[in-house]
């Protein structure tokens, strides 16, 4: 089993720049393929971005450009680089681990990002 801690997230201006950050334990973290989602007030929860246990990347059509998914398997720790930050993008943040060979599915707690205009 792993826990994920999201942290990172805050109120900031359109334009500016938030590095989420997931911290995994529990379980090694190279078995998992890590995500982003997010999920706005009303709204289902929706992929941000998806990094592969061989790092891979897949990004919402929304996001490609600004924001940039990571992992550092050393820190067992999975980050989103939001950068041009925009009020729509003003959500609970959530990270998500996938083991590869069974699917087994971890979330996070989420970390609120708001954006103002």
């Known amino acids: 089993q792993v826990q994920l801690v999201d942290s990172g997230g805050g109120l900031v201006q359109a334009g500016g720049s938030l590095r989420l950050s997931c911290a995994a334990s529990?379980?090694?973290?190279?078995?998992?393929?890590m995500s982003w989602y997010r999920q706005a007030p009303g709204k289902e929860r929706e992929l941000v971005a998806r990094?592969?246990?061989?790092?891979?990347?897949n990004y919402a059509d929304s996001v490609k450009g600004r924001f940039t998914i990571s992992r550092d398997n050393a820190k067992n720790t999975a980050y989103l680089q939001m950068n041009n930050l925009r009020p729509e993008d003003t959500a609970v943040y959530y990270c998500?681990?996938?083991?590869?060979?069974?699917?087994?599915?971890?979330w996070g707690q989420g970390t609120q990002v708001t954006v103002s205009s």
């Open positions: 529990g379980s090694t973290f190279t078995y998992y393929d």
């Open positions: 990094i592969s246990t061989a790092g891979g990347k």
């Open positions: 998500k681990a996938v083991r590869t060979w069974n699917q087994l599915t971890y």
